[in-house]
């Protein structure tokens, strides 16, 4: 079965700061990994996904993720945070074959900013 | 694009009562929607999964009786609560899928607060 795990419930960082979000996960064959934010009473907003190729992924608002399959990693990151990233991260992994593909969530990581 | 709606934001019922809330892909197809709930400082947990045209899969521990779902066109799935109680208020949210793959990213709805008394 897949799993997802996202050690720290939260995460304090000082604006301007780099900020990681940790993420690990455990699949049988190759990951499909994503990550989204949830703001306050709203819906979950795709931020990036790693399906394959470049370890390092690139996504929206500045954020950016790193895959390491030795580690089972995929910690998110930005170089320099602001107030407004602060919002709950989710983690989330499928793999090939996985019944309809589906989704397995990490338990969310929230993330405070600091002005 | 990707924008996902529901319809509605949020809900006050009665017990007894059936609710229906809409989830609409705006900008594409979507073959594969899901439909999940959220309590208060927890994680998503899916509660099932519908393709266009087919009856929907339900999760383990999930009353496919109370919570009906139709997905009857590439843009639109439906979750009806039948007979809401109480242990039934949550927030709802859907996501849309434009594919089969799990390599495809679902686009999430904003999600429906349903309030049940």
């Known amino acids: 079965a897949q799993s997802v795990a996202q050690p720290e419930d939260q995460v304090n960082v000082a604006e301007g700061n780099p900020l990681t979000v940790k993420c690990t996960y455990s699949v049988s064959g190759n990951p499909y990994l994503f990550w989204y934010v949830q703001y306050p009473n709203r819906g979950l907003q795709f931020l990036l996904k790693?399906?394959?190729?470049d370890n390092l992924v690139k996504g929206s608002y500045g954020f950016e993720a790193e895959f390491n399959k030795s580690q089972t990693s995929f910690h998110l990151k930005k170089p320099s945070a602001l107030v407004s990233d602060s919002a709950l991260y989710f983690c989330a992994v499928t793999a090939w074959g996985t019944g309809f593909q589906k989704l397995v969530f990490g338990t969310g990581t929230r993330l405070l900013v600091s002005p | 694009g990707a924008v996902v709606s529901q319809h509605p934001s949020w809900v006050i019922c009665k017990s007894g009562t059936s609710v229906k809330i809409e989830c609409r892909s705006l900008?594409?197809?979507?073959?594969?929607m899901f439909w999940y709930r959220q309590f208060p400082k927890q994680s998503l947990m899916l509660m099932a999964t519908s393709n266009e045209g087919s009856k929907a899969t339900y999760e383990q521990g999930v009353e496919k009786d109370k919570f009906l779902i139709n997905h009857a066109s590439l843009t639109l799935s439906t979750l009806t609560v039948t007979s809401a109680h109480p242990e039934d208020s949550s927030f709802y949210i859907c996501?849309?899928?434009?594919?089969?793959?799990?390599?495809?990213?679902?686009?999430f709805g904003p999600g429906t607060r349903l309030t049940v008394l």
């Open positions: 996501s849309a899928r434009a594919g089969y793959r799990g390599t495809d990213t679902q686009y």
């Open positions: 900008d594409f197809q979507a073959t594969t």
């Open positions: 790693y399906i394959t190729g």
